[in-house]
């Protein structure tokens, strides 16, 4: 009786797991194999697993299109975002850490609050002011606002790491004379690197996955990868077109799954730190 | 940790911070009290009209032209209006005469449907409408998808736990624009699943192109890309669940269906607390799939709505309004949170 109804049990889990896995991957899985098709083979009235192979959709968009330039763009702009972002969030969130004072707990429901906030209430603060100060579509623009935006995230989940690392560590290096900053550089940031590399992958998928700021801040050859599938889109444009997004789409993604094959314990490891603990 | 040092150390984070969100808010507030417009003037005009030959006419015409100010470029006139943007927004006057016109019984069934679609059809309500429902069907649909693939993953060997991870990681973590395009490209009018379905003799779906389908599908959209987050939320509490109390239940006869109910859940029960509260944060400011799917028509969010204002219309003021009414919504959401919150931290000081 008992190893019956278990055996259910373990042929439903098997199904449900099975199917998740399957509505997970499939409609990545389907948007790769038809980014290499020719649009009739793509949207084919009769789907079909086997189908002319082909190149033209990602040497169109990289090379006519200027996709590459996006992709420096995307580069200099994340690459920018996650240092600057990083600095100035372990600062702070090692001193959220330590910090005893009711300040610290103020500091971190504004956060909160911060990152509640839909990004186009920012944007349309930004829109008017900064094409009034000449700073419209700059790397610097778009990194500062990416740097800011990510901060009250980045300061919650870095903050829930540097609680777990004892007090007694920075203590006993003041007491051996180290000063508050020197006991942080050279004693918490070196146990601290697995939470930093975890606080950096967040970072960047924020920076990198951004359509609405980079959309709308930065114009023509200045936007992002992201930002720039934004062409693609819509009803009117012909089947070419719409294959050379599927292209563009399946290029973005592909730097996130290498992400994902090699820092799957700390995204995991990212997001329970800053549910649980924080 | 000394408050100076404390200071210091947070400084440059809360400088970005002031700098680049705090103050933008006041600058939306401005926004949204103001109303501005380029400072025109009526000239007179007098060009040479052809009419036969070499002969021409003078002809004087006035037209508005833009002032231009010292440094060349056209003055901005800016008007302080108070409310009248956010009233306008907010469609107070249609809200009144829509609850104001008669309709028979109040108490029938169909005053407050006819009422409710009413509402419905002014812009910002519908939005809200769509990002609510988006918001309240999505948050308990991730928590049992959630809570079933955690449970289901649990159980399995060590070995598949990574490649189930991996694959569940997949809809959260790529670029929202892309994963609902790719869910886009599968519901087209020509694309495989619609395909699949009319092969199937089903019958032609044109999901895009209808209200409920559409709708459905971005919920539907809604619930692939979040429950993965409640799903290793949930997935790393389990690892946490001591084993005695679920021992002992078993001891004690407990079945299946009563240990989850009566010793997993209520384990669990603070995570589900902050995966609803993250999520309900997401899920009000839902975007990318309303602009991927072109579903604004049939289904519009707050955000979607105030970035078509900001983006197609050039309107500053209206989307400043809209903003405003977007930030209230945030304050709702969060006052209980918050007041737990400060209770907490009185308590523990």
Redesign the interface.
């Known amino acids: 009786m008992r190893s019956r109804s278990s055996l259910f049990a373990q042929s439903l889990t098997g199904t449900g797991l099975t199917a998740w896995v399957a509505i997970a991957v499939f409609p990545f899985f389907w948007m790769f194999l038809i980014s290499f098709r020719a649009p009739v083979d793509a949207f084919s009235s009769t789907p079909t697993f086997f189908a002319p192979m082909t190149l033209e959709n990602f040497r169109h968009i990289w090379i006519e299109d200027g996709f590459w330039r996006f992709g420096i763009n995307t580069a200099i702009v994340t690459l920018s975002t996650i240092a600057i972002s990083l600095t100035i969030g372990c600062l702070a969130g090692y001193a959220l850490a330590r910090y005893r004072g009711s300040l610290g707990f103020w500091l971190l429901v504004g956060a909160l609050v911060f990152r509640a906030l839909p990004h186009v209430v920012l944007l349309t603060a930004y829109k008017p002011t900064f094409y009034e100060l000449g700073i419209w579509s700059r790397y610097e623009t778009l990194i500062i606002v990416l740097v800011a935006i990510n901060q009250p995230f980045t300061i919650w989940m870095l903050r829930a790491f540097f609680v777990s690392i004892p007090r007694e560590l920075d203590e006993a290096a003041m007491t051996d004379g180290c000063s508050r900053w020197k006991a942080f550089r050279l004693v918490i940031v070196p146990v601290m690197w697995p939470g930093i590399i975890t606080a950096g992958l967040f970072s960047f998928l924020l920076a990198y996955n951004d359509f609405l700021i980079a959309s709308q801040l930065m114009n023509g050859e200045m936007t992002t990868m992201t930002a720039s599938l934004g062409n693609y889109m819509g009803q009117n444009k012909s089947m070419e077109r719409l294959m050379h997004g599927i292209a563009g789409a399946v290029s973005v993604t592909i730097p996130i799954i290498v992400l994902i094959f090699i820092f799957q314990r700390q995204i995991v490891a990212g997001m329970t730190a800053g549910a649980v603990k924080g | 940790?000394?408050?100076k040092?404390?200071?210091a150390?947070?400084a440059?984070?809360?400088a970005?911070?002031l700098?680049?969100?705090?103050?933008?808010?006041v600058?939306?507030a401005y926004?949204s009290l103001h109303q501005s417009h380029v400072k025109t003037e009526l000239v007179e005009l007098t060009t040479e009209v052809p009419l036969i030959g070499g002969v021409t006419r003078k002809q004087t015409r006035v037209v508005p032209q833009s002032v231009l100010g010292e440094d060349g470029k056209p003055i901005q006139v800016w008007e302080f209006v108070g409310g009248r943007n956010l009233e306008k927004a907010a469609e107070l006057n249609n809200l009144a005469k829509a609850f104001a016109s008669p309709r028979g019984d109040p108490g029938e069934k169909t005053y407050l449907a006819r009422l409710y679609r009413e509402v419905t059809n002014y812009d910002f309500w519908s939005a809200l409408e769509f990002t609510l429902l988006y918001t309240f069907l999505t948050t308990p649909a991730i928590l049992v998808v959630g809570l079933?693939?955690a449970l289901?993953?649990n159980?399995?060997s060590k070995r598949l736990r990574?490649t189930?991870?991996?694959?569940?990681?997949?809809?959260m973590?790529?670029?929202?624009?892309?994963?609902s395009?790719?869910?886009y490209?599968?519901f087209?009018d020509?694309?495989?699943i619609t395909?699949?379905i009319e092969?199937l003799g089903l019958g032609k779906f044109y999901f895009l192109a209808d209200k409920f389908t559409i709708r459905t599908l971005i919920i539907l959209y809604g619930v692939?890309f979040a429950a993965?987050?409640a799903f290793?939320?949930l997935y790393?509490?389990l690892q946490?669940m001591p084993r005695d109390p679920l021992e002992s239940a078993m001891i004690d006869g407990a079945n299946?269906w009563q240990r989850l109910r009566y010793v997993i859940v209520p384990h669990l029960t603070p995570?589900l607390t902050?995966?609803t509260l993250?999520h309900v944060?997401d899920a009000?400011?839902v975007?990318?799939p309303i602009?991927?799917f072109?579903a604004d028509i049939f289904a519009n969010s707050?955000?979607y709505l105030?970035?078509y204002t900001?983006?197609f219309e050039n309107n500053?003021h209206k989307?400043?309004a809209y903003?405003i009414l977007?930030?209230a919504g945030?304050?709702l959401?969060?006052v209980p949170?918050?007041r737990k919150?400060?209770r907490e931290?009185r308590i523990s000081?």
Do not use: D
């Open positions: 940790m000394k408050t040092s404390f200071l150390f947070v440059p984070s809360v970005t911070m700098l680049l969100i705090a103050l933008p808010l600058g939306v926004l079933a693939l289901a993953v159980s399995v990574g189930l991870v991996f694959a569940t990681l997949l809809p973590i790529v670029t929202p624009v892309v994963s395009l790719a869910i490209w599968l087209l020509n694309a495989i395909n699949f092969y692939w993965p987050f290793i939320i790393a509490g946490t299946k995570l902050v995966i993250i944060m009000y400011r975007f990318e602009l991927v072109n707050v955000q105030t970035y900001l983006a500053i989307a400043a903003s977007t930030i945030v304050i959401i969060l949170v918050l919150s400060f931290y000081t």
